[in-house]
């Protein structure tokens, strides 16, 4: 029977999702705890990869089991063997050629950049001091951003994937509460993308590049025009969308 668990974490203290040798990583801490309570070795499939140090509030991922589970005993007890800095949410049964990653339609992630010093989000967000950031302008780079499909140029360079192309169906820019707050969804994500989009989004907004620079950069398909790689702490990936009939 396979089984899908919703899950939330904190990422400060994790080497991102995917289990490594000799480092902690959120998926490691989920197998370790699998396996004691399921009282066998345990395997875990996630819906994707986040990096050290982002966060999430919603990740997905699978995992198979020969018999069926009591639910709500199962969440107590997984919840009561997990680190406080990650929770699982929710357990439920998925036809079993359910796929935690492959049966993904969408990923949509936000990135928090803050104005004003506050101790509760110092892990949360990225702190830029006296900003002022041209939000129109960053939308319409957005709205640019959409007509287009190879996204090379904020790939992590030496990333082995099989193509560049991703379908955004969202980004957009808010400013809310002393925060500037960027939410992008899309059915796939390169290594780096949305931290790479973000700090070309902010020369925009400073004026230091206009949007035909923008355009210019994508179509160049060289991660060296693009700016910055962000910092991680302030990338959460927020939801994930499956289709309703992977559910039993």
């Keep these: ?43 875990i499939y996630g819906a994707g990869r ?11 991922a699978h995992f198979d089991c020969e018999k069926e589970l009591d639910i709500y005993k199962k969440l107590y007890q997984f919840n009561a063997l997990l680190p406080n800095d990650i929770v699982i949410k929710d357990i439920f049964r998925v036809k079993n050629e359910a796929h935690a990653r492959f049966d993904a339609l969408s990923r949509t992630y936000q990135y928090h950049i803050s104005t004003d010093r506050n101790p509760f989000e110092t892990d949360l967000v990225w702190l830029l001091f006296n ?26 360079s030496k990333t082995q994937v099989n193509t560049y192309d991703c379908d955004i169906t969202e980004a957009y820019w ?25 700090g070309t989004m902010i020369e925009i907004g400073k004026g230091q590049i206009n949007r035909s620079d923008f355009i210019e950069i994508i179509k ?13 702490k302030g990338l959460f990936l927020t939801k994930i969308e499956y289709p309703d009939n992977i559910k039993i």
């Design 220 to 232: 160049s398909e060289n991660r060296c025009n693009a700016g910055i790689s962000v910092p991680a």
């Design 50 to 60: 986040t990096d050290t140090g982002v966060h999430s509030s919603q990740m997905f």
């Design 174 to 198: 808010i400013k809310k509460n002393g925060q500037y707050i960027f939410t992008i969804s899309a059915n796939r994500f390169l290594r780096n993308m949305v931290r790479s989009i973000v």
């Design 1 to 43: 029977m396979r089984y899908f668990i919703e899950i939330s974490y904190l990422g400060k203290n994790y080497h991102g999702w995917q289990i490594q040798p000799d480092q902690s990583s959120v998926q490691g801490c989920i197998i370790d705890m699998l396996s004691k309570i399921l009282n066998t070795k345990m395997t």
């Design 131 to 156: 900003i002022n950031l041209d939000i129109e302008a960053m939308n319409e780079a957005c709205n640019e951003m959409m007509t287009h499909t190879n996204f090379k140029c904020f790939s992590k």
